[in-house]
């Protein structure tokens, strides 16, 4: 019987990551995709830690939330990106239960985590542009620091039923998981337990989670538009606006790739196209974060300007 053969993740053996099937040729280039950006995310990422701790002028809030952010982003492709690179190098995938479950665990949690990171920035713009005299003694750094450290907590407290509930599971069949990590529905797809149950659970945090932060940035940004079209100076707008844009252009992205991830009641379908859509989310998006705040952020231009001429 299917039962007496099922092991949990306590007891089987490894699982293999089938990453991207397909010809000698597409793997390489799939390789060196990965590993161009997975080093452009963590120095671009690292140049914006080091750039804000660099200069005085860039010592805000903003800037606060943007070097969590950026510290966000090297490790959340850090979770996925050296695993996949070894997989499509060997071209075996294997990886322990253990391994996997806790690569599953820390990129749920860090993505949590950018939700309620984007939400806080959000907040911090709004204050900024629509609060502006009261923008100082409101977000103060006691405040930032707090608004910072619950979006972690939360991020990572998130996660924690549903990864329960799957370190539970029994795996009786094939241990070959359709992805290039341990992402949760592909995973829970191999299982012969009744999954209805975890469904349920990733698909009401990950609604609970992108709802919440989506609300706080959609307020944010209706009272940032509504002040915005108030002014009556276009040089005060330009600057009102130029103020949330690089802002604006990530939350527009992440959440352009991860609603679709995410807010799914079943997880049997659209596996290939999944996979597609997470390389966009896990390896393309942290890499333009940097650029998207380097180009469109006059502050951070000026910052790299002085320090590229050594003042």
């Given at each position: 019987m299917a039962w007496s053969r099922s092991h949990n993740l306590s007891t089987q053996g490894p699982f293999i990551l089938l990453g991207f099937p397909g010809p000698q040729g597409l793997h390489v280039g799939l390789f060196l995709l990965f590993l161009v950006t997975y080093v452009l995310t963590v120095a671009g990422n690292l140049a914006i830690i080091s750039?804000?701790?660099?200069?005085?002028?860039?010592?805000?809030?903003?800037?606060?939330?943007?070097?969590?952010?950026?510290?966000?982003?090297?490790?959340?492709?850090?979770?996925?990106?050296?695993?996949?690179?070894?997989?499509?190098?060997?071209?075996?995938?294997?990886?322990?239960?253990?391994?996997?479950?806790?690569?599953?665990?820390?990129?749920?949690?860090?993505?949590?985590?950018?939700?309620?990171?984007?939400?806080?920035?959000?907040?911090?713009?709004?204050?900024?542009?629509?609060?502006p005299l009261r923008y100082g003694s409101v977000m103060t750094p006691g405040l930032s620091a707090r608004l910072a450290l619950g979006s972690w907590l939360g991020g990572f407290s998130a996660i924690s039923v549903p990864a329960a509930l799957i370190a539970r599971l029994s795996f009786c069949g094939s241990r070959v998981i359709n992805h290039f990590f341990c992402d949760i529905a592909p995973w829970i797809v191999l299982s012969c337990s009744d999954t209805r149950v975890v469904e349920l659970a990733s698909f009401g945090i990950a609604f609970c989670v992108i709802v919440s932060s989506c609300f706080i940035t959609l307020v944010s940004y209706a009272c940032i538009i509504v002040t915005i079209v108030r002014m009556r100076s276009a040089d005060g707008r330009h600057r009102a606006f130029s103020t949330c844009s690089s802002h604006l252009t990530v939350v527009l992205i992440w959440y352009g790739s991860t609603i679709f991830l995410h807010v799914r009641t079943s997880?049997?379908?659209?596996?290939?196209?999944?996979?597609?859509?997470?390389?966009?989310?896990?390896?393309?998006?942290?890499?333009?974060?940097?650029?998207?705040y380097t180009l469109r952020n006059k502050d951070v231009k000026d910052a790299l300007r002085r320090w590229a001429q050594g003042k």
């Open positions: 750039l804000v701790g660099a200069h005085r002028r860039l010592r805000t809030p903003m800037y606060f939330f943007l070097c969590n952010l950026s510290f966000l982003e090297i490790w959340f492709t850090t979770a996925c990106a050296p695993k996949a690179l070894a997989a499509i190098a060997s071209r075996s995938g294997a990886i322990s239960p253990a391994g996997c479950a806790a690569q599953m665990y820390f990129v749920f949690s860090l993505g949590c985590t950018e939700y309620f990171l984007l939400a806080a920035m959000a907040y911090d713009r709004y204050l900024a542009v629509c609060r997880v049997e379908s659209s596996l290939d196209l999944t996979k597609a859509v997470t390389v966009l989310n896990t390896m393309v998006t942290p890499v333009l974060n940097p650029f998207i």
